[in-house]
């Protein structure tokens, strides 16, 4: 095991990813403007799969699964997560939308507790209370209000990411993150071709812009589609080879504690870029929602960590 002294460098290799996926799914609005979910997700799966091919034929990964069913059924999972996810950043703010997927540690205390049957004290209730406070108050009134289902989207992504990062450690505990990363891949692509078969064979008439991201079927692809794509697959392997690299020089519980970094990057970077401000009431919702995470990482067992892909 490598010396727990590397936390610093593990917050560093955690700093780079958050970074780079905050960046890189603020531009997913401008690709919503011209094309459509479910073409994006193939064309990107595509590219990261051929430089995922490339880098492992390079540095020799083992990329061959050692249970298909598993790797099969949790890749399913978190395709779906990472569908909704980026069906999500079409209508609402990054910082938004990755508040709601990071509810994934609440969700996943709540399904250790009620599925599986684990005892968990009342500090981590506790959290989880919090961590629910926070997402009411970074989703906003519409979410409580039946306003708009979009606004409880991010919600929805981060339960089925949580089911698939618990399916990571109890079905995939001896795949390597090279086999898991293809998996997601291969899973949002096949969901993204299903989405263009079944809009071919039935048109819906897909307002312009971001409105029609969701019902949007084929489009020639511009050059700017093909760019912020490419740098979406790009991005997103880079951002999980710092994960990964990460969880290999400290322990997976300080490891995850860092994660929840990708909420103020999406945020500085939604500023940056677009102008963006987040409501005091929403930034509040936000610290509660760390406070959460961390309060419920810290306070769990040290599972075998295996990163799960970021989208």
């Known amino acids: 095991m490598i010396p727990q002294e590397r936390t610093l ?48 034929l390079a540095l020799r990964l083992r990329l061959r699964p050692v249970s298909t069913q598993a ?13 909704i996810y980026f069906g999500a950043l079409a209508f609402l703010p990054v910082a938004q939308v990755a508040a709601g997927l990071f509810t994934a540690p609440i969700f996943v205390l709540l399904i250790s507790r009620f599925v599986y049957g684990e005892r968990i004290g009342p500090l ?25 289902v979009a606004a409880a989207l991010p919600v929805l992504a981060g339960l089925l990411y949580a089911t698939g990062n618990i399916a990571t450690r109890a079905w ?17 692509g096949l969901l993204g071709a299903a989405g263009l078969g079944v809009l071919a064979l039935v048109p819906v008439a897909a307002p312009p812009g971001a409105d029609g991201f969701v019902m949007r079927g084929y489009v020639a692809p511009s050059q700017d589609f093909l760019f912020w794509t490419f740098v979406q697959a790009a991005g997103s392997l880079f951002g999980v080879g710092m994960m990964i690299r990460a969880y290999q020089v400290a322990s997976a519980t300080r490891v995850s504690v860092f994660e929840y970094v990708i909420l103020p990057f999406s945020a500085i970077w939604g500023w940056l870029l677009w102008s963006e401000r987040l409501s005091p009431l929403a930034a509040a919702g936000m ?9 419920i990482t810290v306070g769990a067992r040290a599972p075998a960590p295996v990163p799960a892909p970021g989208e």
């Open 71 to 83: 790797v099969v059924a949790r890749s399913a999972i978190h395709g779906m997560a990472m569908l």
């Open 9 to 56: 460098a593990a917050a560093g290799f955690i700093m780079l990813y958050a970074a780079v996926i905050g960046f890189t799914d603020n531009y997913v609005r401008v690709i919503a403007d011209e094309a459509g979910l479910w073409q994006f997700h193939l064309t990107r799966s595509v590219m990261a799969l051929a430089i995922l091919g490339v880098v492992g």
């Open 172 to 188: 995939c505990a001896r795949e390597s993150a090279g086999t898991l990363l293809g998996g997601f891949f291969i899973a949002l």
């Open 124 to 148: 981590r209730v506790l959290a989880v209370l919090v961590g629910f406070a926070g997402v009411v108050l970074v989703l906003g009134p519409e979410a409580t209000a039946g306003g708009t």
């Open 287 to 295: 610290a509660l929602i760390v406070l959460a995470g961390v309060v």
